[in-house]
Nanobody, 123 residues
């Protein structure tokens, strides 16, 4: 079993900041990519940012320069520092982790999603 526990969402005024955290626990190992996605009402889920185990990052154009993704490999935790928030950043933010699960003598590559944390930015 794998659990992703997200925290840090909330209500903030435009221009403010929030920091999201997502901690992975359970039998997952060799975590490769950790990322954040978001889904606004009536819209499709989209990538916000992701980070590889080696620290290579990728951001959506809409958040480049405002958001920073980081990870603590020892804690299997990924963070998203969100600055200069805009009302259009309002969405349910999901954490996603890619890694391996034990499968007998083998291992199985898997993808796990968190339950989501709500970020609301007021104008």
């Amino acid at each position: 079993q794998v659990q992703l526990v997200e925290s840090g969402g909330g209500l903030v005024q435009a221009g403010g900041s929030l920091r999201l955290s997502c901690a992975a626990s359970g039998s997952i190992f060799s975590i490769s990519v950790m990322g954040w996605y978001r889904q606004a009402p009536g819209k499709q889920r989209e990538l916000v940012a992701h980070i590889t185990s080696g620290g290579i990052t990728n951001y959506a154009d809409s958040v480049q320069g405002r958001f920073t993704i980081s990870r603590d490999n020892a804690k299997n935790t990924v963070y998203l520092q969100m600055n200069s928030l805009k009302p259009e950043d309002t969405a349910l933010y999901y954490c996603k982790v890619n890694g391996y699960l034990p499968d007998g003598y083998l291992r199985q590559y898997t993808e796990v999603w968190g339950q989501g944390t709500l970020v609301t930015v007021s104008s």
